[in-house]
């Protein structure tokens, strides 16, 4: 799905992209390689910017569905040091990964964590 954004979004691009170059110049055979030449150049340019938004996008998601959040992200989330975080690991009231010598929270659970302590005003 996401895929099938990019290249549509990308051949809308390129289509207006290429109607305005073809309507800024007059269209003969003196400048036809010009337009043509400013025409692909600009399609090169396109086609970098979408590869751009591609990688930054699949940085942003997960193949899972989830995001992870590693130890740094959770206490300035959270508003705590890293000790601190040790410790609710050490009680186990904060669900985490191991793996690999790096620590990871699902965002979904930190999320929940906060929900479940969320104190209700009185009214």
């Not at 549509?8 to 073809?22: D, N």
């Not at 989330?77 to 609710?88: F, G, N, P």
Request: with cysteine; aromatic share 8%.
């Amino acid at each position: 799905m996401l895929k099938r954004r990019y290249h549509t979004t990308w051949m809308i691009l390129s289509h207006i992209i290429f109607k305005i170059v073809v309507n800024k110049f007059d269209y003969n055979m003196n400048n036809q390689d010009a337009t043509l030449k400013l025409f692909l150049s600009i399609n090169e340019k396109i086609s970098s910017i979408e590869k751009q938004v591609r990688q930054l996008s699949l940085k942003e998601r997960n193949p899972l569905g989830d995001t992870y959040l590693d130890t740094d992200e959770v206490c300035e989330l959270l508003k705590i040091c890293k000790r601190t975080l040790q410790k609710h690991r050490d009680e186990a009231s904060i669900a985490y990964i191991q793996f690999g010598g790096k620590t990871l929270y699902k965002k979904t659970d930190i999320q929940d964590l906060l929900e479940k302590h969320y104190q209700h005003a009185i009214s």
